[in-house]
Each structure stands twice: as structure tokens, then as C-alpha cells.
């Protein structure tokens, strides 16, 4: 290991020569070997670095070493830059391998940055117009990005978003699965299947890939639920617990959550438009001989929020005829649609028969109605008491609702007692019991006097009426 100390030969002597000779070829023998450069190194000239434990190389200008080899038999090399790479090709100086910061190593092709390895493995950092491939066995395309277009391809060179999974033509072919979660076919697996047969184009989602039969959930944020399908076929919307009475779970039953409401909406500009749910069963085997019970809901015309209901039920032919209609009229049947004719009413209820112009009448059962619609039923059963004279008193007031008028209302059935025995008094013949138009009370009337009756015909009488009448 030695080095000169400068490369001019000494010829004063025979011996100066010897010696300057032998430590000129001393150094060149062995590269210069030191642990520092004396100054004696000429440019382009070779260092055995004994410090670094690495061949050198001098540069032309004389400033600076080129690692060459490691003494162990590796090799350095400088950084390089994107554009100037490190180890390159003779004829194509800008491709090759660089490291642009400690730690990395990058890879240049045509002075563009395509790979970086470092702690994070980045494809194409500098962003250029530059496909990747990934191939399999079979497949050329199994990964595939489309750089230009900002897109992912699995199995397809030509993705039409931003992941596309396929099988890379627009013909029938295999089936494409994505399966999620277990490394075997069981109830951890779950499979999305798009079928690309000729007769079968559905997308299928499988929640379980094995034999027993597992549930979908939906979730509109972190922790509330909003749809689920259940493992036997049943459906929740709003809720996720089943009642636990008789109705057990099964494929198509639905059941929506506390304050839910199902809405089937149908965005339309036309008077009379809504939407339609319809309950149909096939008829025996024959596919086209459907039966149907169809319900529409919308709004009557475009300048209002005035709502309908339609209910039609199929017929003979398929055809779907109107057996119930719900609208602010009230109810109307089959194709009647006018608002006189709508059934708008059903109440039942209780009243209280009085009089209150001279005579005492007690209520011998609670007095009942119903109205449907117009039409009013009652019930009464009344006994009058009182003074037994010529004062006309003869009626019962306090009814529920107020006659229509225009309308005289006869009794349907009635009964009154004699005065003394409680029993029909079937031989009067001079008394009519009626409603009288826009009245709320019954007229029992002396046919002959066309007024009232008296109170002595009154007093001591029982009276059982049963009556309709129309109301305004």
C-alpha cells in the first residue's frame, strides 16, 4: 500500500532514480492506496480510498472523486436526477435508475419518473399520459390503469368509470364475481355476480356464499340502520326488530319501523296522475291470466294539493275497472264520480231527547245514532210526564243533526202506548210522527188541527221510535 509523493523523477543520482521509479510504480501498482489523497493524485487518476474502503476515480477537473467499486466488490452510485439517471444505456442517457432523496430509489424512462420505491411505492409521480398493465396466466389485462383518463380496469383495458370490473368485450361470456370477505366458500363469504349471459344480464348479491342464509343490512350513517333484508326473505324498512307475536318472518313480508311511512311516489306534471301499488297473483299455470287488486294515489288536478285514492280490481278480460274512489268528496263507488253522490260521514254516537216547552220527558234508555253519510238512524225510548190539559207540547227536541231542508222526514218505526197500560194504543188514528224540514226535533202531530199534540194526549205516553232522516 503506498503513494508518491509526486509523480517527477529525480535524476541527479542513479540511486535518486531507483528510488523515485520504485515509488512511482509502488503507487500505481496499488491504485494510490491511502487513507487520504497527499495532493500527488493527477486528474483521472485511480484512489484506493483506505478510509472509505472504495476505488475511486480522480475527476478531470481534479476537484472531486467518482466512487467507483467497493473494496467488498460493490459498486456506488452518484444520485442522478430524473433527466440524468445514475446507471443509464450508452445510447439512451436518460433512461435508467436514480435516487432522488435518501432511502429511494426511481426509476426514469425518456427522462419521465415512472416508478419510486422508498417507503411508499409510487407508480408514475410525475403524472404522465402513460398506461399501466399488470397481465395473469390468461389474462393481459388483469390489472389495468388508464392513466389518461384517471381510471382503474380489473380484467378490461377500456374502463368507462373510475373502477371497472369486466371481462373486456361487450359479448356474452362468464359471469364476473367480486367476492368479499372469508378465503372459502362459506357464511364469512359474500359475492356480487353480474351475469353477461344472453338471457340473463341481472347483477346478483349473494350475502352468503355457502348454504346458510345470511342477511343484507343497509346503513345511512356509522350506526342507524335503514334497510335490511333478512335471512328467511323478510324485509325491515325503519327498524330492525321483528314483533315477536304470530307473524313470523318470511320471503315478502315487509315491515316498516315506528313513525315510518311508505311512500310510492311518482313525479308527474298531468291532473290525476299518482303513483300505483298493485297486489296481482298468477291465475292456476297460465302466465298471462294475472288477477289484480290496484291502488292509486295522486292529486285531483295540477293547481291544488287536493289528494284521490283509486281502488280497482281486475276483471274477466284483465282489465282493471274502479270499485272505490277517495277523494275530498268523501267515498265514491265504481265510476261515480260525483261529489252529490259521495259518501263523506260515519259516526255513531249518543244524545240526549228533551222538551222544553211544558212538558217533563224522561229518557228511559240512552238514545243512540248513527249517520252514514246523509242518512241518519236513531233510536229513542222516552215517556212523557206532566199537567194533562189543551197546551200543545207535542214534541221531542235535542236530535243529533239538523234535517235537510226541503225534506220531510216520516218514522220508519214507532211506538206509543196508551195513557194508562203502557200498551200500544192501536186504535189511534189522528197522530203523525215526523221531522219536519231544516228542524232538529220530532213533530208528533194532531192530524186534524195540524198542530202539536196536547199535553193531555201526551202525559203518561211511552214512546219507541226508530227513524231515519237526511241530514243538510
Known sequence: MSQASDYTVDNSTGANVRIDLNAIFGAIATNNSAGSDNGSIQNLGFFADTTLQKLRLKEATGNNFVNLRGFDGSLPLPDGTVSSPSLFFNDDINTGLFSSATDKLNIATGGVERVEFGTTTIFNE???????????????????????????????????????????????????????????????QAKIRKKIQSDDRA???????????????????????????????????????????????????????????????????????GASFKLACKE??????????????????????TGFLNIKISDASGGGNTKVRIDGDGLKFNSDTAAANALDDYEEGTFTPTNTIGLTLTNNTTAHYTKVGRVVFIQIDCTFSG??????????????????????????????????????????????????????????????????QTRAFMVGRRFRIQMNYLTA
Open 387 to 452: 199537567s194533562a190539559d189543551s197546551s200543545i207540547c207535542g214534541i221531542i227536541q235535542g236530535l243529533p243533526f239538523t234535517s235537510k231542508s226541503g225534506c220531510i222526514n216520516e218514522g220508519a218505526l214507532q211506538f206509543y202506548s196508551n195513557e194508562s197500560d203502557a200498551k200500544l194504543d192501536a186504535s189511534d188514528d189522528n197522530t203523525r210522527i215526523f221531522i219536519g224540514a231544516s228542524e232538529s226535533r220530532i213533530d208528533i202531530q194532531n192530524i186534524t188541527s195540524g198542530n202539536f
Open 126 to 188: 410525475d403524472g404522465a399520459d402513460v398506461d399501466f398493465r399488470i397481465e395473469g396466466d390468461t389474462d393481459a389485462n388483469l390489472f389495468y390503469v388508464d392513466a389518461g383518463n384517471n381510471r382503474v380496469g380489473i380484467g378490461d383495458p377500456n374502463p368507462d368509470g373510475l373502477l371497472h370490473i369486466g371481462t373486456g368485450d361487450n359479448t356474452d361470456g362468464t359471469d364476473v364475481d367480486i367476492i368479499i370477505g372469508g378465503s372459502s366458500v362459506n357464511a364469512r
Open 203 to 273: 347483477l346478483e348479491i349473494y350475502p352468503g356464499t355457502g348454504s346458510s342464509p345470511e342477511e343484507i343490512r343497509i346503513f345511512r350513517d356509522d350506526t342507524n340502520e335503514t334497510m335490511r333484508f333478512g335471512a328467511s326473505g323478510e324485509i325491515y324498512l325503519g327498524t330492525v326488530n321483528w314483533p315477536t307475536g304470530s307473524m313470523g318472518k318470511a320471503a315478502g313480508r315487509v315491515l316498516i319501523g315506528d313513525g315510518g311511512d311508505l311512500t310510492l311516489w311518482n313525479e308527474t306534471n298531468s291532473a290525476g296522475g
Open 284 to 305: 292456476g299455470g297460465d302466465a298471462a291470466k294475472i288477477g289484480f287488486c290496484q291502488m292509486f294515489g295522486g292529486t285531483v288536478n295540477t293547481s291544488d294539493q
